[in-house]
């Protein structure tokens, strides 16, 4: 559920978030480039710098449902936007948002055995893939009914978004604190799997005793 809110939001926002702020809050493309920058370097100190420090300060569980609950601030910060600034604080939380991917990436293959990486990795892919194509379908579908509707009109798509991650932060709220990897265990070989082994095994001891005898 996580990985599937996290999904259609993110591609949500790459697909309409320019075409919404160009529109309705006159954003150029000074602006745009300035929003871009910000957008990456907040990434960039997020990912390779506070990660490791905020995954081990506050655990995996705590820290994916604080980026849920960024992701309902930053989403309703979108759609109620009146200003420039509000949008630049919103990406700037939106950033935070965006580690919950690797978050649940890392929690769904400890759920799994050293066998069924591949199996789970393919899972969440398929399930990214699918959000990926529904997310802008339904925003963009709330957008044309709500575009020429009173205050916050075309804002209210990110609004229903800031709904999807609120839920997601209940959805995530069941989690148990700490994903215990799986390990699997190798097979046991048996005399009934391997007829040979117990006549090589009876052929060394014979061997023993011969030697003792000898």
């Known amino acids: 559920v996580g990985l599937f809110v996290s999904a259609v939001m993110y591609s949500s926002e790459v697909t309409l978030l320019i075409y919404y702020i160009e529109d309705e809050l006159n954003f150029r493309d000074h602006d745009i480039a300035t929003m871009l920058f910000m957008n990456s370097i907040c990434g960039i100190m997020i990912q390779a710098f506070a990660l490791k420090f905020l995954v081990d300060y506050f655990g995996d569980k705590n820290l994916l449902m604080g980026t849920f609950i960024c992701g309902t601030i930053h989403n309703l910060c979108f759609g109620l936007a009146k200003s420039k600034g509000m949008i630049y604080v919103a990406l700037a939380l939106s950033q935070l948002t965006k580690i919950n991917f690797s978050l649940l990436t890392s929690m769904g293959s400890n759920t799994v055995g050293v ?67 799986i390990v699997s265990s190798p097979p046991l070989i048996s005399s009934i799997e391997n007829p040979h082994l117990e006549p090589l095994l009876q052929t060394a001891n014979l061997s023993q005793d011969n030697v003792i005898l000898t």
Not at 115 to 136: D, H, R
């Open 115 to 181: 066998t069924e990486q591949g199996t789970m990795q393919g899972a969440l892919s398929s399930l990214s893939a699918l959000a990926n194509a529904l997310g802008p379908v339904s925003l963009n579908l709330i957008y044309e009914h709500t575009k020429d509707c009173a205050y916050p009109g075309p804002g209210s798509m990110f609004i229903f978004a800031s709904f999807l991650y609120a839920a997601g932060t209940l959805a995530m709220s069941t989690m148990p604190s700490k994903s215990t990897p």
